[in-house]
């Protein structure tokens, strides 16, 4: 069974702080996705990478950024914590882009900034 | 961008009650899958459907994908209470990497 593990279920921080959210996946999938879930927006994409050092914005980059030193490992760090950061941090990743290759998702991490 | 949306919002139902959540998108997809995420836990892929017109079934859950590649539904056929959750579509551009989740359908059972 693939599995994504991240490293937090839950995170509380204080403004200003910077935050690192790390996610790792074991089968060697290419790309890699981290989503923010808030109610009723579904989930946003913020970053994704489709290879190692390779990375591309989503849909809501701002305040934040990625590294993808390693295959199985993605993170996500926001620069500087603000209030309106506090959500559901969702990990993903899949095997490949064509078609639509299914997501796996980590269990999430919810963070509060306060 | 791409805009894939998903209602209602919210779904109260019965036991033993039918449930159905519809995804439509602006622009013609590649592909639509969805997801159930449980409360509490994680997104989890149901099903893919790649053909225009296709239907799918899994026991009591009907997916279909519009003969335009526009819009899918999800059909839950007598609900039970282990339906509960949010179910997410997610669509995918032709020619586009992303996949774009619609904001999820929450369905509530009452026994």
């Known amino acids: 069974d693939v599995k994504v593990t991240q490293s937090s279920r839950y995170l509380v921080k204080r403004t200003g702080e910077k935050v690192f959210l790390e996610c790792v996946q074991d089968?060697?999938?290419?790309?890699m996705f981290w989503y923010r879930q808030d109610p009723g927006l579904g989930l946003r994409l913020i970053y994704f990478?489709?290879?190692?050092?390779?990375?591309e914005k989503g849909d809501i980059p701002e305040g934040y950024s990625v590294s993808r030193e390693k295959k199985e490992r993605f993170s996500l760090i926001l620069e500087s914590a603000s209030t309106n950061q506090t959500s559901m941090y969702l990990c993903?990743?899949?095997?490949?882009?064509?078609?639509?290759?299914?997501?796996?998702f980590g269990p999430g991490t919810r963070l509060t900034v306060t | 961008g791409q805009q894939v949306m998903q209602i209602p919002q919210y779904q109260h139902v019965q036991e033993g009650e039918d449930f159905t959540t519809y995804c439509n998108s602006s622009?013609?997809?590649?592909?639509i899958q969805w997801y159930k995420q449980r409360p509490g836990g994680h997104p989890v892929f149901l099903i893919q459907l790649v053909k225009s017109g296709e239907v799918k079934k899994q026991k009591r859950l009907t997916f279909q994908f519009g003969e335009a590649k526009k819009n899918s539904s999800l059909h839950i056929t007598a609900t039970q209470t282990t339906d509960v959750g949010t179910y997410f579509c997610?669509?995918?551009?032709?020619?586009?990497?992303?996949?774009?989740f619609g904001a999820g359908t929450r369905l509530f059972v009452k026994a």
């Open positions: 622009t013609t997809l590649s592909n």
């Open positions: 997610a669509g995918q551009r032709t020619g586009g990497f992303k996949t774009n």
């Open positions: 993903a990743s899949s095997y490949e882009f064509s078609m639509g290759s299914e997501q796996y």
């Open positions: 990478s489709y290879d190692v050092k390779m990375k």
């Open positions: 089968m060697d999938h290419e790309n």
